[in-house]
């Protein structure tokens, strides 16, 4: 495997369910990020680990819960989720968060419908 | 608060012609300019990176440009080909918190 990775690909759950979504880079990187991209919307920055440690919390909602266990893995942890929250869920990483000139590298995103 | 805007919003050219896309920002303080390339339902994939001290970057048939003073940047696509049909997504990575903001991107379609 290269560059950055999510999985699933897909998913539908219910409002009740709990599910994870996961996101591996096999780039030595040490920051990566998760974003939403809902239609006609750019897309919005929601969490990001620099050296495993929390940077940035844009704000996002207490049902989704993020993780990152090393700086090659970061999970969102999602529970009883909106229909609103309905959206294409994108990983990214970059070599270091505080270095702004780095170049961000992105995977393939997890389609998410919440029925 | 930093606003990052593309123009046009779509656009749709024979095969061959030269393009242009266009992004503007609202404060110059920023790490980067980086432009994205979107294809329908997928992730996102890195054209070009320009740094606040450059003015411009090229890579192929694409060539992208940054004037910060101006708080603006284009995308140039030379001799478009069908396979460049996707969206360009236009990004600034800001230096006051280091977050960076997406413009809405330009849908762009070349017909053969």
């Known amino acids: 495997e290269t560059g950055v990775t999510q999985t699933p690909r897909h998913l539908v759950m219910g409002m009740t369910n709990k599910k994870s979504l996961k996101c591996e880079q096999h780039?030595?990187?040490?920051?990566m990020y998760w974003y939403k991209q809902s239609a006609k919307k750019p897309l919005e920055l929601m969490f990001v680990?620099?050296?495993?440690?929390?940077?940035e919390n844009n704000s996002v909602p207490s049902r989704f819960s993020p993780e990152c266990p090393n700086s090659s893995h970061l999970f969102l942890h999602l529970h009883t989720l909106q229909p609103e929250d309905s959206a294409l869920y994108l990983c990214?990483?970059?070599?270091?968060?505080?270095?702004?000139?780095?170049?961000?590298?992105f995977g393939p995103g997890t389609r998410l419908t919440v029925t | 608060k930093q606003e990052v805007t593309q123009i046009p919003a779509a656009l749709s050219v024979p095969e061959g012609e030269n393009l242009v896309l266009n992004c503007s920002f609202t404060?110059?303080?920023?790490?980067?300019l980086q432009w994205f390339r979107q294809d329908p339902g997928k992730g996102l994939t890195s054209l070009l990176l320009?740094?606040?001290?450059?003015r411009e970057q090229t890579s192929g048939r694409l060539n992208a440009s940054l004037d910060k003073s101006s708080g603006r940047s284009t995308l140039y696509i030379a001799a478009s080909q069908p396979g460049d049909s996707a969206t360009y997504l236009c990004?600034?990575?800001?230096?006051?918190?280091?977050?960076?903001?997406f413009g809405a991107g330009t849908r762009l379609f070349v017909k053969a």
């Open positions: 404060d110059s303080a920023i790490y980067n």
């Open positions: 990214a990483s970059s070599q270091d968060e505080l270095a702004g000139s780095y170049e961000q590298y």
């Open positions: 320009i740094q606040s001290s450059q």
């Open positions: 680990y620099n050296f495993k440690e929390q940077t």
């Open positions: 780039l030595g990187h040490n920051a």
């Open positions: 990004a600034v990575r800001d230096t006051g918190g280091f977050k960076t903001i």
